[in-house]
T-cell receptor, first 114, second 115 residues
Framework: NAGVTQTPKFQVLKTGQSMTLQCAQDMNHEYMSWYRQDPGMGLRLIHYSVGAGITDQGEVPNGYNVSRSTTEDFPLRLLSAAPSQTSVYFC?????????????FGPGTRLTVT | GENVEQHPSTLSVQEGDSAVIKCTYSDSASNYFPWYKQELGKRPQLIIDIRSNVGEKKDQRIAVTLNKTAKHFSLHITETQPEDSAVYFCAASMKLTGGGNKLTFGTGTQLKVEL
């Protein structure tokens, strides 16, 4: 199993550009989520999905869109990048959304918006 | 919403000493408390967790304690080694209206184990 994979590893965008961060898992996990990690602030939940076709907002959803057309993939879209979106983005998955199931994190995408 | 505070933000210990990291949470509905270790440039990885119906859990050199009344939980690392140097995050989990559980993370503790 590759586990949770993310692409790209690094990305530099100009303000106003759009892009999609890719996340995939091959563990047949129902639950997937996106976090951003900023210095001194821990990880904050952006969006999550409890299964294919179902998504919902987390703590900091503004400026981001998600979709979940398959169990395996959960892309995060930035429609118009802003410098405030400079961060490290982690995708995570777990067997279900229940707390008893461990969340596995991907390797992260470091995004810089200039 | 849930708020998790974590202290200290940095911790330096000598190899072989113990390290303690403390967290408090605000929402009494939180029922699951994981701890993650993140090495520089790497992803967070779960090292230990505790559920609200348990007061203490141990796994070799690491242990976690939970005081539900006071709403705080702590990570204890004994006989620290240089490879324990990393950032440690606590988290509290509560149910989301849309299903699933939301993890609210503390701000992290940079642990440095010195030779």
């Amino acid at each position: 199993n590759a586990g949770v994979t993310q692409t790209p590893k690094f990305q530099v965008l100009k303000t106003g550009q759009s892009m999609t961060l890719q996340c995939a898992q091959d563990m047949n996990h129902e639950y997937m989520s996106w976090y951003r990690q900023d210095p001194g602030m821990g990880l904050r939940l952006i969006h999550y999905s409890v299964g294919a076709g179902i998504t919902d907002q987390g703590e900091v959803p503004n400026g981001y869109n998600v979709s979940r057309s398959t169990t395996e993939d959960f892309p995060l879209r930035l429609l118009s990048a802003a410098p405030s979106q400079t961060s490290v983005y982690f995708c995570a998955s777990s067997l279900t959304g229940l707390a008893i199931h461990e969340q596995y994190f991907g390797p992260g995408t470091r995004l810089t918006v200039t | 919403g849930e708020n998790v505070e974590q202290h200290p933000s940095t911790l330096s210990v000598q190899e072989g000493d113990s390290a303690v990291i403390k967290c408090t949470y605000s929402d009494s509905a939180s029922n699951y408390f994981p701890w993650y270790k993140q090495e520089l440039g790497k992803r967070p990885q779960l090292i230990i967790d505790i559920r609200s119906n348990v007061g203490e859990k141990k796994d070799q050199r690491i242990a976690v304690t939970l005081n539900k009344t006071a709403k705080h939980f702590s990570l204890h690392i004994t006989e620290t080694q240089p490879e324990d140097s990393a950032v440690y995050f606590c988290a509290a989990s509560m149910k989301l209206t849309g299903g699933g559980n939301k993890l609210t993370f503390g701000t992290g503790t940079q642990l440095k184990v010195e030779l």
